[in-house]
C-alpha cells in the first residue's frame, strides 16, 4: 500500500509539473501579461520581417520595452494612412523609467549585426518640444538589409548591361569610321600640299607688300607734318597696322614652311619652334628669316 501510494505521489508531482511548465510556455508564446503595460506604441510599418512578438524594443541604443501585438492594417486603414504602403501595426510597449518620447521620434527596424535578430529602434528625438500621448500611433521606417540593398541593385546592374552593350556597339561603330577614314588621309594630304604652294605665293606677295609700306610710310611722315591733328592719328594707326603686317608676314614664312615639310602637324601636335621676336622684325629694314637662328 505505501508503495502504490509514493508511485501516485510520484505521478500526480510529474503531471502537475508538466501543466505548470505548460502554462509558462503558453504564457511566454501567447505574450500574455500578468501586468497590463502602462505605456504603450503604435507603429505603422510597410514590411517587419525579422521582427516578432517579443522582439526588443530600444531607445536611443538602450533596452526600453517589447513587442506586444502585431497585426496587418485593413483596406479602410491602409487607405486612410498618409503612408499607402503601410501594412502592419505593431505594438510595443515601453518601460516606465524611459521619458516623453518626442513628436520627432523615429522608429526603425534594425539590427547588431547581419545574423542578430531585429529590433524595433527608436531614436532620442528633439528634446524640449512636443510628446508624443501614450498609445500614439507613428510612421516607421523599413529596415535596409542584404536582401532589400540586392533588390534595389538590380536594376542598377541591368542598366549596367545595357551600357556595356551599347559600349560594344559604340566601339564597332567607331572602328568602322576609321577604316572608312584612314584612307582618305592620302588625298588629304595631297590637298594640303597644293594649298602649302598657294600660300607660299600669298606670302611672297605679302613680302612685297611689306617692302612698299617703308616707301609708304616715309612719304606718310611727310605727309602727315602738313595735315592736321585728326589725319595724323589716321595715319598713325596705319602705321601700327603696317608694323603688324610685317610681322605677320614674317612669322607666316614659318607656317609655310612647317606644311612644305610636314603637313600631317595639323592634326598631330609637334614641337613648337622658335621664330624671330616682334622687337627685331619691327626695327629691321630687311626681311629676317621666320626661325630665330
Known amino acids: 500500500m505505501k508503495r502504490n501510494l509514493s508511485d501516485y505521489i510520484v505521478a500526480i508531482s510529474v503531471i502537475l509539473t508538466s501543466v505548470v511548465l505548460l502554462a509558462a510556455l503558453t504564457i511566454a508564446l501567447s505574450g500574455y501579461r500578468l501586468k497590463k503595460p502602462t505605456r504603450t506604441l503604435q507603429i505603422n510599418y510597410e514590411d517587419v520581417t525579422g521582427v516578432k512578438v517579443h522582439s526588443e524594443v530600444r531607445y536611443a541604443g538602450a533596452p526600453a520595452g517589447r513587442v506586444i501585438a502585431m497585426r496587418h492594417l485593413s483596406a479602410k486603414e491602409r487607405e486612410s494612412s498618409a503612408n499607402k504602403r503601410d501594412a502592419v501595426r505593431v505594438t510595443v510597449s515601453l518601460d516606465d523609467g524611459i521619458p516623453p518620447l518626442p513628436a520627432d521620434v523615429m522608429a526603425t527596424l534594425s539590427s547588431d549585426t547581419m545574423l542578430a535578430p531585429k529590433f524595433v529602434a527608436l531614436s532620442a528625438g528633439t528634446p524640449g518640444g512636443t510628446t508624443l500621448a501614450n498609445n500614439a500611433v507613428i510612421e516607421g521606417h523599413p529596415a535596409y538589409g542584404l536582401d532589400q540593398i540586392t533588390a534595389a541593385a538590380g536594376p542598377l546592374f541591368e542598366n549596367a548591361n545595357r551600357l556595356l ?9 567607331l572602328k568602322g569610321n576609321l577604316g572608312e577614314f584612314m584612307p582618305k588621309l592620302g588625298p588629304l594630304a595631297d590637298s594640303l600640299k597644293i594649298d602649302v604652294d598657294n600660300l607660299q605665293n600669298v606670302v611672297k606677295n605679302l613680302d612685297g607688300v611689306a617692302k612698299d609700306a617703308d616707301t609708304v610710310m616715309g612719304t606718310a611722315n611727310t605727309f602727315i607734318s602738313t595735315t592736321d591733328k585728326q589725319l595724323e592719328e589716321q595715319m598713325k594707326q596705319l602705321h601700327v597696322v603696317l608694323l603688324n603686317l610685317k610681322v605677320v608676314t614674317t612669322h607666316a614664312k614659318a607656317l609655310v614652311e612647317t606644311l612644305a615639310e610636314k603637313p600631317n602637324r595639323l592634326i598631330f601636335s609637334g614641337k613648337p619652334a622658335i621664330l624671330t621676336p616682334e622687337a627685331e622684325i619691327l626695327k629691321s629694314s630687311k626681311p629676317l628669316p621666320a626661325r630665330k637662328p
Open 165 to 173: 552593350d551599347n559600349l560594344n556597339v559604340t566601339v564597332t561603330d
